[in-house]
Every structure is written in structure tokens, then in C-alpha cells.
């Protein structure tokens, strides 16, 4: 069988086959591809946020549906909807340029729109379901589309019923999203706030947040397309408050956040005060600015950045009790 290399299509940049690779334009590719490829099917988006921890025996479609439409709006509200294989930070460059507010704190987050219900992208005090309002995937088993409403998604931290019960079943073609024309606002994260007020800026506009969250993120995250990575590889751990406080007691200077009635602990700072920040071994490492971010730091193999990541969660485990848990897809 022909193997198809999946190394430009993935931003670690390691290598991995598989068994057939389809660039799909539209619904009817889809088809077409269920109708000539045999299944299992598994589809990369902007392959921002999976590891291929080694060869798939799949048929990988690789979701390029393209598009931005106005599809209703009133006096409050724009809604639009969105080809899964859009780059995300054309849409929110996009809804910027047209002066609708919900998505700005979201910038530069690599990726594409269709894998961001996924995993329900977030960032400086957003999620992507904030604003979501629809979305439209064709079955791989039984090619029939189904239309999802933010109830059904089963939004979460990082999570969606697409990490869980249906998780690989679906290949997203088309995301809605309702944009606000009143330019509402969320600078509630201290770092915004501080750099809004470093830059003596007292009412933002959408485009001076936005090039907040770029300038603070290209201080903190490699850049993919220089060093290869797959922004934070673990999720904060949630734990619930007596665990936070026993864990305050030995560590007095442990970051960490309320989430509904538990905490949510930041697993940077675990992982940078286990020791990782910056270590390297067989060409994965730890980002020297992020303890949450994986880089390939000269590997081919995506087995040595798995290998990494399970090295890091034992030692956590072992030293704080808690488990850090992988926000990519670990595939092969
Ligand atoms: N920290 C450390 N050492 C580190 C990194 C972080 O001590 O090496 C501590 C610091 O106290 C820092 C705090 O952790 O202030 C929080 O760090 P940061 O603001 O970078 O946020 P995060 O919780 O590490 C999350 C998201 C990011 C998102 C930022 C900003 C997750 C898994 N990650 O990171 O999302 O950009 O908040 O909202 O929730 C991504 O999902 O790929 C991603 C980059």
C-alpha cells in the first residue's frame, strides 16, 4: 500500500505515515472519499494540535473547506458561517475587519476553524463557545450530516463531544458563529490589563486587544513555523479545593485559579517547578519560556516527544500528586 508522509501537515513537524491522504474542498470530496477509500478515516486540520506518536493505518482527509459568509444578521448580531478548513486567525482577523466583537481574544491561536469546537479553543479569559451557535459535520460511517447546536457539543475546558462520545466519528465542513456589532469586551486577564495599561490605552478597540494577545502570545509561544510545537501540550489540571489547599500547605507560591466550585492548577508552573522548563532529550523539549509547551527540538519521530510528555506526567505525578493530562490528540 503507498504511504503518505504527514510531515507538512502537522505542526510539530515529525513524521508519520499514512495510508492515503485526500485534500477535501467541499462535501461532495467527502462523499466521493467514502465511496473510494476504505475506512478508518481521520481528519487534520491545520494539524496544530495532535501528535503523531507514530504511523496511522487511515485514510487522512485533510479538511480545506474555505469560505466566510453572512448568513443573517439584526441590529445586535452577525451570524456567519465558516468553512471547517478556514485558517482561525483569518476569521478573527476577518471579524475585526468588519468591527464584530467575540472572537478578538482569540487571535493568533493556530489552527483551523473546524478542529476549534474540538477542542473548544480558549484563551485570555474566552472560549470559542461563547459566541459559537452551530455547527455541521458529515458522519465518516454513514456520510449523513448532522447539525450540532451549542447544547449538543457539550462544551467544556479544552473539551467537547467531539473528545468524547463522538469523538473521530465526524468531520466538521462548516462552523456558525454569532458575532456582537457592540464591541464587547473581556480584558479581564491580568496580562491584558497590564499591557493595555502599559500602552496607556483606556478603551481598546478590537484591533489594539487583538494585537495585545499577538504581541504577549509571540512573547510566550514559539512560533510553529520556527520551532515546531503544538501550543500547550498539557491541560491545567482541575482539583478539587481540599486537594488545592493540602497542595498549598508544601507549596505556598502554587499558581492556580478558581473553576466553578474547584480550582484549576496551572500546570506551567507545575511543570516548570518540577524542573522541565528548557530541558531537551533525543530532540524533544520543553520551551524555555513555556513549561507547557512540547517543542521538537530536532526530532523526526513523534515518539520522542510522546515519550517526553509521559516522563513529564509521571514526575508530576509523582511529585504533586496530580495528574497532568494531554490537551493534543495523541495519534499512532
Ligand atoms: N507559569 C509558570 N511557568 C511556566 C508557565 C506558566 O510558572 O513555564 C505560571 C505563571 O504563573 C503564569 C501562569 O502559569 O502566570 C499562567 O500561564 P499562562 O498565562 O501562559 O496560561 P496557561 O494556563 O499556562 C492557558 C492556555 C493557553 C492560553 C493561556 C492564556 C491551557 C492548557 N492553556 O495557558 O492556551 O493561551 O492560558 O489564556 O489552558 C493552548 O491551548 O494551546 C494555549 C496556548
Known sequence: M???SLQPFNTFGVDAQCSNLIKIYSEQDIYDTLLTYGDPYK??????????????EATVMLNQIKGIQVIDEDDNHVLVTVGGGENWHNLVMW???????????????????????????????VEQSSCFHSLRA????????????????????????FKKLDAGKYIITHVSYMLSKEVNINVSYG???????????????????????????ASKL?????VGNAGSFFKNPIVTIEAYESLLQKYPEIVAFPFGDQMKLSAGWLIDRAGWKGHSQNGAGVYKNHALVLINDGTNSGGDIWQL??????????????EVAPEVNVWG
Not at 109 to 123: D, E, F, K, T, Y
Not at 199 to 214: F, G, M
Not at 309 to 322: F, R, S
Request: with cysteine; proline share 4%.
Open 138 to 161: 458529515i458522519s465518516l460511517t454513514s456520510g449523513l450530516t448532522k447539525l450540532y447546536y451549542r447544547e449538543d457539543c457539550k462544551f467544556g475546558y479544552r473539551d467537547s463531544i
Open 191 to 217: 496580562a491584558i490589563r497590564n499591557e493595555l495599561n502599559n500602552r496607556k490605552i483606556e478603551t481598546p478597540t478590537l484591533k489594539q486587544i487583538s494585537n495585545v494577545i499577538c504581541d504577549i502570545r
Open 43 to 56: 481528519v487534520v486540520g491545520g494539524g496544530s494540535n495532535i501528535l503523531l506518536a507514530g504511523d496511522i
Open 309 to 322: 510528555a509521559m516522563d513529564i506526567q509521571a514526575d508530576v505525578l509523582t511529585k504533586y500528586g496530580v
Open 2 to 4: 503507498n504511504k503518505f
Open 222 to 226: 514559539p512560533d510553529p513555523i520556527v
Open 95 to 125: 471579524s475585526i475587519s468588519h468591527n464584530l466583537s467575540g472572537l478578538q481574544n482569540l487571535s493568533l491561536i493556530p489552527g483551523s476553524v473546524g478542529a476549534a469546537p474540538i477542542q473548544n479553543i480558549g484563551a485570555y479569559g
